[in-house]
């Protein structure tokens, strides 16, 4: 099992950005997808994006398509959210889960604790 730790949540203004981060624990991180995943109140989990092992391939939702930036320090064993352009139907809890593809079908089975985004208009 691999524990994940989000951060670098907070409120902002719509327009504005922030940069979330994924620490992992395991020494295996760079053999893993990891994706990013958003909660908001009353609604289902959705997908954001994520990433491949290497770094080289990422994959997007359209709704964050061009204002999110993934990308991911494997000697760090860190991924980063780069959130720029914010909207307030971005806000919501940002978990990071590891996975085994790209995309939402990906078979994400573990996850951190998330963290909280709130964007004001």
């Known amino acids: 099992q691999v524990q994940l730790v989000e951060s670098g949540g907070g409120s902002v203004q719509a327009g504005g950005s922030l940069r979330l981060s994924c620490a992992a624990s395991?020494?295996?991180?760079?053999?893993?997808?990891i994706g990013w995943w958003r909660q908001a109140s009353g609604k289902e989990r959705e997908f954001v994006t994520s990433i491949s092992r290497t770094g080289g391939v990422t994959y997007y939702a359209d709704s964050v398509k061009g204002r999110f930036t993934i990308s991911r320090d494997n000697a760090k064993s860190t991924v980063y959210l780069q959130m720029n352009s914010l909207k307030p139907e971005d806000t919501a809890v940002y978990y990071c889960?590891?996975?085994?593809?790209?995309?939402?079908?990906?078979?994400?089975?573990?996850w951190g604790q998330g963290t909280q985004v709130t964007v004001s208009s």
């Open positions: 395991a020494r295996t991180f760079s053999t893993y997808v």
């Open positions: 889960a590891k996975g085994y593809a790209m995309g939402p079908q990906g078979g994400y089975d573990d």
